[in-house]
């Protein structure tokens, strides 16, 4: 059983960078194909960016493209979202999710397993 545990996020000034990590301390994460979504207040819950399971692979919303990077340490079983030049649009609950299928799933249904969730919430 994958248990995926968030780190980071808060409250955060506008144009500030930012970054998450989520991970799973007993197991290995090298199997899964990686994603963060996102859920701003009164919305559905949004693909922001995948990442494959060895790490060579991205891909990004086109909202979030050129100020997300996601990124993944098989390693420390750990995968990160960096996101640039935060703005109030930015302002959500973040999820990580791990699936077995690619890493350019965008729907949320295709994932097995989630984070706990973390809030970012940028000022203006």
């Known amino acids: 059983q994958v248990r995926l545990i968030q780190y980071g996020g808060g409250l955060v000034r506008a144009g500030k960078d930012l970054t998450l990590s989520c991970s799973d301390p007993?197991?290995?994460?090298?199997?899964?194909?990686m994603a963060w979504f996102r859920q701003a207040p009164g919305k559905g819950r949004d693909f922001v960016a995948g990442i494959s399971e060895t790490g060579s692979n991205t891909y990004y919303s086109d909202s979030v493209k050129g100020r997300f990077t996601i990124s993944k340490d098989n390693a420390k079983n750990t995968v990160f979202l960096n996101v640039n030049y935060l703005n109030p649009d930015d302002t959500a609950v973040y999820y990580c999710?791990?699936?077995?299928?690619?890493?350019?799933?965008?729907?949320?249904?295709?994932?097995?397993?989630w984070g706990q969730g973390t809030q970012v919430t940028v000022s203006a």
């Open positions: 007993g197991r290995t994460l090298n199997n899964y194909s």
């Open positions: 999710a791990a699936t077995r299928a690619a890493y350019y799933t965008t729907r949320d249904r295709d994932y097995e397993y």
